[in-house]
């Protein structure tokens, strides 16, 4: 059978805004502020100047804040013609937050990225992809049509289970018959899941900072670089049909270094048949067409 295997990119411009979000209210260290402008600055500029090279449109997950911060540089984003999507005001971690605020920051969002563009976003993804229990609600009911954050799958879309009573929370102050109970039955929503994925980001790896126990700043290019090639190779041996969706940062994949494993990563998916470079919003739109096979996700039970 012919492949066709849809790859794209989705940068998240976190700038400024993923180090003034310190959770605890602490004041931001100006050193950390510095990465975010570098990010919004030197970043974006290398990372369009690497996407018009290879004539490809992408997908930016845009922080409202980055928006309202850097208006010019994500205009170059805009005038390019590459997809901007939803990413939160300040990199707000969603988990954290209350129904009533993950409401507020999600209508502010649409607002000013409705402005900048022109047009309503069409997509979503959360903060370091985290969720909460209210997520698929609030974006269905806000009218967001794709979500980049959960990891049912790793390269085929599905309608996200939506639903805010999918698990029981283990809590060891409650008698242990509260807990002892399988999880609820998933339910399809209207919102399309382009899978995100922890081992195609480049944060992990190439951030260092000295308050996140997960980045580590060091490793070789070709590590993840042979990483991320293997991942593809898996796929494409077991799949017909399926997607290839890398999340980067400009303050990160805007390094020298980072910026040629990607000229290579390019390099080395173009070399297979039926590859095509699409936005996010162009995988969805093929997927809800009936294009784009996919899959259903199922698991737990009726209770």
């Known amino acids: 059978m012919v492949k066709r295997v849809l790859v794209g990119y989705g940068i998240d411009v976190d700038a400024v805004s993923g180090w003034i979000n310190t959770k605890t209210g602490a004041p931001a260290n100006p050193t950390d502020v510095s990465r975010g402008i570098f990010g919004a600055t030197v970043g974006i500029d290398r990372l369009l100047k690497l996407w018009d090279k290879f004539g490809i449109k992408t997908t930016w997950f845009v922080p409202a804040h980055s928006i309202e911060s850097f208006p010019e540089q994500l205009a170059k984003v805009r005038d390019a013609g590459h997809e901007i999507g939803l990413h939160g005001y300040t990199h707000e971690f969603v988990g954290t937050l209350t129904e009533q605020q993950q409401r507020d920051v999600l209508a502010k969002s649409i607002e000013v990225l409705t402005v900048f563009t022109g047009k309503k976003p069409r997509g979503w993804t959360a903060p370091a992809w985290d969720t909460s229990k209210e997520t698929i609600k609030l974006l269905e009911e806000f009218g967001i049509e794709y979500d980049h954050s959960f990891m049912h799958h790793d390269s085929q879309m599905y309608y996200a289970p ?65 990483l991320w090639k293997d991942q593809f190779d898996f796929l494409y041996r077991e799949y017909d049909t399926f997607i290839f969706p890398m999340s980067i940062h400009p303050q990160v994949s805007g390094k020298p270094q980072i910026v040629l494993m990607h000229e290579r990563i390019f390099e080395y998916i173009n070399k297979h048949a039926g590859v095509e470079w699409v936005t996010m919003e162009q995988m969805v739109e093929e997927f809800k067409k009936g294009n784009f096979g996919g899959v259903e996700v199922k698991g737990g039970v009726d209770v």
Do not use: I, Y
Request: hydrophobic share 35%.
């Open 162 to 226: 939506s639903g805010s009573e999918t698990w029981v929370e283990t809590n060891l102050t409650r008698e242990a018959s509260d807990w002892m109970v399988p999880m609820t039955s998933l339910k399809p929503s209207s919102v399309v899941e382009v899978p995100a994925s922890w081992h195609l980001d480049d944060w992990p790896p190439f951030q260092l900072s000295l308050k996140q126990a997960s980045t580590h700043g060091f490793v070789d290019t070709r590590v993840v670089e042979q």
